[in-house]
Structures are given as structure tokens and as C-alpha cells.
């Protein structure tokens, strides 16, 4: 089992930044990736960024040039640094990491809300 904490979130406004950063525990092995997920209201959860362990790192169309994924190896933490926030950006995130070809583990997830 792993286990995955992800304080972080808040309230920020239009054109703000925000932190997010998921720790995981437990059984930690054959890691496939990290990153992180969101659901807006009746939408869909999407994917939002995520890192394929030693080859390559995505992000959502929506996202790139704005969000920037991170991963510390020694910490089993991953991170994502959000600037240049916009309100459709509102949603909760959640951390997902993948381990091996089809076990996934999710956080509890955590509110982002993008509003003046």
C-alpha cells in the first residue's frame, strides 16, 4: 500500500501562484509516475502533469508554460508549482501515483480556488 499526504491548496486570485506537494509512504517501489490530477465541478477528473520515472515529464495543454511538475526522489515528494493562475483553473487536485502497469494510489485531494 502507499499513502499520500497532500496539504497545500487554498483560495488565491487571478494571475497568483500556489504550491501543492504530495508526500508518499508506505510501500514505495516499481514507481511508474507521479503527478497530479483535477476535477472541476461536473467535469471530469484530468489529467493535470505528471512525471514517467526516467522518461519524461507531461502537462495539459491548458497548463504548460504555467505549471511546472517536480519530483524529489529522496523525499518520495512530487510538486507542482502553479503560476499565472486563472479562475478555470478552480478545481480539486489530486495526487496520483502509479505503480507499476495498473495499481494507482490517490491522495485525498485538496481545493484550489482561482478567485478575486
Known amino acids: 500500500q502507499v499513502q499520500l499526504v497532500e496539504p497545500g491548496g487554498g483560495l488565491v486570485q487571478p494571475g497568483g501562484s500556489l504550491r501543492l506537494s504530495c508526500a508518499a509512504s508506505g510501500s514505495i517501489f516499481s514507481i511508474y509516475a507521479m503527478g497530479w490530477y483535477r476535477q472541476a465541478p461536473g467535469k471530469q477528473r484530468e489529467l493535470v502533469a505528471r512525471?514517467?520515472?526516467?522518461?519524461?515529464?507531461n502537462y495539459a495543454d491548458s497548463v504548460k508554460g504555467r505549471f511546472t511538475i517536480s519530483r524529489d526522489n529522496a523525499r518520495n515528494t512530487v510538486y507542482l508549482q502553479m503560476n499565472s493562475l486563472k479562475p478555470e483553473d478552480t478545481a480539486v487536485y489530486y495526487c496520483?501515483?502509479?505503480?507499476?502497469?495498473?495499481?494507482?494510489?490517490w491522495g485525498q485531494g485538496t481545493q484550489v480556488t482561482v478567485s478575486s
Open positions: 496520483n501515483v502509479q505503480q507499476g502497469t495498473t495499481r494507482h494510489y
Open positions: 512525471i514517467i520515472t526516467g522518461v519524461s515529464t
